[in-house]
């Protein structure tokens, strides 16, 4: 049987944060369609004991640390005239270890996770092609080069300018390059050097409606037991769009709320920077900092909140509080690949004030606020089950609905 390989930046258990939650379920369901060889990196402790879990689902494994700093690899970039995300994920352990899988089994698929992966395709594979960017980071790190002083404004702005040159040159490698939404999709197309023939997709995540089930997951006692309104962000929180969104909710819009109501604003996610702990001191705030499962606060939530201002893809943060039931107010960035309505499924918030006054009405109507939750749900189990996401999986690699799966 014809077997593919899959190499993924980050080691994808556990699926706790945006990226792992997305190449968890892409391995998983490729896994359905034949034997996968899997090459990944470790970064932290948790990462390194994801051996077992590896071992279980994947014919063979490579999971190594990650061992160049990021100023190791920015010398490495300047040096090379590479972008940083290369440098930052070249390792010749896993050169050679693609090359003596790609020896020894009868690989006809190479799926790559995430652009830094690109530099791992050899140029004499004859093979089909799959690369996943997810987004483009390239218009992304525009982004950052747009609102940073210098000189950080200029390592964003030659980051996106050489990323580009890269995405460019794996979407003419690829057979198949997938993007995250629609969105993103349009966006990436725009990008591209006229002149090529470029097979580019959109494909969307999805929720696991069972794990994140309402009924299943009872309020955190430490929010059910307070008085007031309580608002609830979640997210990787040394993440620089996540950082600045609490910001702004915790310093503008919950002050502004704090007038006319009582209301606790909670910040949930691992890895805070000291500006992000440091809104503890704020009135009202709280920052949790990593927790060992986000369910029970979302579930005690009386909203969700993601006033991102810079956001790519689609935000897994609000399709799992769409499917804990909780109403979501959200800025139209972080609404960009949500296929929902607004007033109905979520409440899209276009700037501090709309925050404001979309809280406060939430707050005098509990009824609306539980209908909206309810109909956020029913949405995402109706159409984005992770199912549904890795039935589309078959054509994008070639393959019919069949398949051997790989027992340990």
């Not at 490729?30 to 948790?46: I, M, N, R, S, Y």
């Not at 830094?116 to 218009?139: K, T």
């Not at 929180?237 to 606790?264: C, G, H, W």
């Amino acid at each position: 049987m014809s077997e593919i390989l899959f190499l993924c930046h980050r080691v994808p258990f556990p699926p706790d944060r945006g990226d792992k939650i997305r190449s968890h379920h892409l391995l998983k369901g490729l896994a359905k369609l034949a034997p996968v060889h899997v090459g990944t990196f470790a970064e932290t402790d948790q990462d390194r004991a994801q051996d077992a879990a590896l071992r279980d689902l994947a014919a063979s494994h490579l999971l190594i640390d990650r061992d160049t700093s990021l100023p190791k690899a920015g010398l490495r970039a300047l040096a090379s005239g590479k972008p940083v995300s290369l440098p930052a994920f070249a390792d010749a352990r896993l050169s050679r270890w693609v090359a003596q899988t790609l020896a020894q089994h009868d690989i006809d698929t190479i799926v790559i996770f995430s652009g830094q992966m690109g530099q791992y395709i050899p140029d004499g594979f004859a093979g089909r092609v799959v690369v996943d960017l997810c987004d483009v980071d390239s218009a992304k790190f525009a982004g950052y080069a747009r609102e940073a002083g210098f000189p950080r404004s200029w390592l964003m702005a030659r980051e996106a300018r050489l990323l580009a040159r890269e995405e460019a040159r794996i979407a003419r490698r690829a057979d198949c390059t997938l993007l995250i939404s629609n969105n993103e999709l349009a966006l990436f197309q725009s990008r591209l050097p006229v002149g090529n023939a470029y097979d580019v997709r959109a494909l969307g995540n999805g929720i696991d409606g069972d794990f994140f089930d309402p009924a299943a997951t009872a309020p955190h006692a430490g929010l059910a037991g307070m008085p007031g309104a309580h608002f609830v962000f979640t997210g990787q929180m040394d993440y620089s769009p996540n950082i600045a969104a609490v910001k702004r909710f915790a310093r503008v819009i919950l002050p502004r709320l704090r007038e006319t109501m009582e209301a606790q604003f909670h910040i949930v996610g691992r890895a805070p920077t000291g500006d992000v702990t440091r809104l503890g001191d704020e009135p009202g705030v709280t920052v949790w900092g990593e927790v060992p499962d986000v369910r029970p606060f979302l579930a005690a939530a009386s909203a969700v909140v993601a006033p991102l201002m810079l956001a790519r893809g689609v935000q897994n943060k609000v399709l799992e509080a769409m499917a804990m039931a909780r109403p979501v107010l959200l800025s139209p960035e972080a609404a960009t690949g949500i296929d929902a309505v607004d007033g109905e499924h979520f409440s899209i918030c276009r700037d501090d004030a709309a925050f404001v006054a979309a809280a406060r009405a939430l707050a005098a109507d509990p009824e609306h606020a539980a209908e909206m939750g309810r109909a956020a749900r029913g949405l995402v189990m109706a159409q984005m089950s992770w199912e549904a996401v890795e039935a589309q999986l078959a054509a994008i690699v070639g393959r019919g609905q069949g398949g051997a799966r790989h027992a340990a």
